[in-house]
Structures are given as C-alpha cells and as structure tokens.
C-alpha cells in the first residue's frame, strides 16, 4: 500500500512510521486496510490527523461537473444509514452542517477538495479531503478535527507513484470505474 503515493505533511505534522501507524489504525479506526500514511501534529493526541488511504476504483472520467447538492444528499442519506446501524438518535446522532468548502475539481491536478462540518451530538467536527485522481482509482487525503483546529489542504502534498498518476491511463489495458467523479465523492467514508 506504500508504494501508491507519499504524502508530505506540512511543518508542525509528523508522519507515524510502520508501527506506529499500524497501533493508531488499530485503536481509532477499526484497523482499516486501504491506509498509505498517517501524520499527527507535534504532541497531538491522535484527536486531530491526517490520513491518506487508497480507493482501487478504476479509472475515474473526470468530465463531469460536480453537483453539490447531489453531494451533499448522498452525504446525508449515509449518515442516516449510519445513525441508525448505531443505533444513535436524538441528541446523540450525526448531523450534516455545511460544507466547509463546497467540493470543487481541479482539473490540472486531478484533484477534488472539500470539506464537510458535521455535529455529533453537541460538537462540531470537520473532516478536509483532497481526492487526488490516479489512473486506477484516487488517493485521498482527510484531515480530522474540529472548525476550530485551523485545518488546511494547501498545506500538504499528495504525491501518487509515477506509473500510477491520471496521465497514464492507458485504454487498452485499464479498467475504467463503474461510476463516475459523483459516485467516488459519495464512496468516501465519513470517519
């Protein structure tokens, strides 16, 4: 999983190495398999990071343009499906705020970026991502917090591996996603 992409965290951020990121996805996020890289800021406590996973979709199509309103009933179509397989209601339940930026494509870099607010219970929580396009699906950058933590994309550097970067899509041999820029936005899981 190591060799799809390096990221390159911004001063203050610190990237966890083998078993250290292996202990962190253990103890927060359910041991997830698709994860290259995980950074924390100096002295964090693991309540504030940056994670950059891998999804093997196939070949994105990247004209089409991006419905935020699509977006953002899908987004709230999962988190129903997630408060109610946890069984959380009332108070205590997952809820859509804002977009923190509106998703937006950039079509130099094959990237998308955006970011989602959601209340849990009482509290404010902000998830930053960056969905870089690859040749045989994306690597996408999330950044974990709260509005309050400042977090910004601009900052970090998505590096895929040269042989798996958007420009060598080679129709012959690739296989080409079932879905399209839409349907990987809404493939991406709300940690």
């Known amino acids: 999983m190591n060799d799809i992409a390096t990221l390159t965290p911004p001063q203050g951020w610190k990237l966890l190495n083998g078993s250290q990121k292996q202990r962190f996805i253990n103890e927060h996020l359910s041991g997830a398999e698709d994860i290259i890289a995980i950074a924390l800021p100096d002295g964090g406590d693991g309540s504030v990071f940056a ?3 891998y999804r093997p979709a196939g070949y994105v199509d990247e004209n ?3 419905d935020p309103t699509r977006v953002r009933q899908g987004i709230s179509e999962d988190l129903d499906m997630l408060n109610q397989e946890s069984g959380l209601s009332g ?5 859509w705020k804002t977009f923190s930026p509106a998703p937006k494509y950039d079509s130099a ?7 989602v607010e959601l209340t849990i219970g009482q509290d404010s929580v902000l998830n930053r991502y960056k969905m870089c396009l690859v ?7 999330t950044l974990v917090g ?3 933590d400042n977090l910004n994309l601009q900052e970090w550097r998505v590096t895929p591996k040269d042989s798996l970067r958007y420009e060598r899509f080679d129709p012959k041999s690739d ?9 990987l936005l809404l493939m991406n899981r709300f940690i």
């Open 51 to 53: 994670q950059l996973s």
């Open 64 to 66: 089409i343009q991006i």
């Open 91 to 95: 108070n205590d339940a997952v809820r």
């Open 109 to 115: 870099n094959h990237c998308v970026e955006y970011g």
């Open 135 to 141: 040749r045989n699906g994306a690597v996408v950058l």
């Open 146 to 148: 709260t509005p309050a």
């Open 175 to 183: 296989r080409r996603a079932e879905g399209n820029l839409i349907n």
